[in-house]
C-alpha cells in the first residue's frame, strides 16, 4: 500500500512554514508602508504651489538682510518703505521685455530695519528699448531723487550671476547683488539677498515710467504639478519587493514539499525492491 503523496496545504500549515509566513508578511508591511511614503513624496512634490504670491506683504515678514532668499519668499510680492540713494542710479543692457532687448534702469533703496542701520535692497524701475535713453532717465532719477521715504510696492526676486557680457565687455547685464555692492556710495555692509521689480504705479510715483520707458514685466512664479516620477519607479520596486517576500515564502514551502514527495517515493522503491 503506498503512502498518501503530501500537498502544498499540509506542509505550508505546519508551525514552522507559518513562523516563516508571519516574518515574510512583516517584512512585506515594512516594503509597503516604505512605498506608500515613496507615493507620497511623489505627489506631494507634484502638487501645484498654491501660495498667494500675489498679494502684498511687508518685506521683513519673507526677507532678511543678509540671508537667501527662500522659496517662499521668491516671486512674491512685497511692500515696503525706503529712501532712493541718488548716486546709485544705474542700468543694465540686454534685458529682454515682451521679445525685444532694451535696458533696466535701477536703483538702491535703504529700508529702515529693526536692526537700528538701514539695509539697501536693489530695484528694478523700469525698462527701456534705447540703452542711450536707459543712461538719461538713469541720471535724470539721480538729480530728481529726494531723500524722504517712498512706499513702494514689487516682486522680489533672487539675485542673478553675472553674465559673459558683464565679464568680458565690462558692460552690465545681471541683477548681481554681489556685484552692485562694490559699486555703491557708502554702503554700510547691510544688503537684502535679492531684488525688487517695482510694480507699475510705484514705478510711475518714482517718476521712472517717462517717455518710451515701461514697467518691467514681472510673471508670477511657474508652478511645476508633474509628478515626480523618479519617487513613482521606488514606490514600485518596494512593491515588487514586498510580492518578492510571498513568492520567496511560496518557493521555500514549494521546495519543502517536493523534497518530502522525492524522499516518499524513493523510500517506497526502495521498499518495494526489497
Not at 532678511?64 to 511692500?79: H, N, Q
Request: with cysteine.
Amino acid at each position: 500500500m503506498s503512502t498518501p503523496i503530501l500537498t502544498f496545504k499540509e506542509v505550508a500549515t505546519r508551525p514552522r512554514w507559518i513562523g516563516v509566513l508571519a516574518l515574510c508578511i512583516l517584512v512585506a508591511g515594512v516594503f509597503a508602508v516604505l512605498g506608500q511614503w515613496q507615493i507620497e513624496r511623489a505627489v506631494e512634490q507634484g502638487q501645484r504651489d498654491e501660495r498667494d504670491t500675489e498679494t502684498a506683504v511687508p518685506l521683513e515678514a519673507v526677507a532678511a538682510p543678509s540671508s537667501t532668499l527662500t522659496t517662499e519668499a521668491g516671486g512674491r510680492i512685497v511692500a515696503f518703505t525706503g529712501t532712493w540713494v541718488p548716486e546709485d542710479f544705474r542700468t543694465l543692457a540686454g534685458r529682454s521685455q515682451h521679445g525685444d532687448l532694451g535696458s533696466w534702469v535701477i536703483g538702491r533703496v535703504l529700508v529702515p530695519h529693526a536692526g537700528g542701520e538701514p539695509v539697501s535692497l536693489p530695484v528694478a524701475l523700469a525698462w527701456l528699448e534705447e540703452h542711450e535713453a536707459a543712461e538719461a532717465l538713469a541720471a535724470h532719477l539721480a538729480r530728481a531723487s529726494a531723500f524722504a521715504p517712498v512706499e513702494l510696492v514689487g516682486r522680489l526676486m533672487p539675485p542673478e550671476a553675472p553674465t559673459e557680457g558683464d565679464i568680458r565687455d565690462g558692460t552690465r547685464e545681471a541683477m548681481s547683488v554681489a556685484a552692485l555692492i562694490n559699486q555703491w556710495s557708502e554702503w554700510n555692509g547691510l544688503v537684502y539677498g535679492s531684488y525688487a521689480i517695482l510694480d507699475e504705479p510705484s514705478a510711475a510715483a518714482s517718476g521712472a515710467l517717462v517717455d518710451g520707458a515701461e514697467p518691467i514685466q514681472s510673471a508670477p512664479p511657474v508652478t511645476d504639478t508633474q509628478l515626480n516620477w523618479l519617487n513613482v519607479f521606488y514606490a514600485v520596486e518596494w512593491v515588487a519587493f514586498m510580492l518578492f517576500a510571498f513568492y520567496l515564502w511560496y518557493r521555500l514551502v514549494r521546495d519543502a514539499l517536493e523534497r518530502e514527495v522525492e524522499a516518499i517515493e524513493d523510500a517506497e522503491a526502495a521498499a518495494a525492491a526489497g
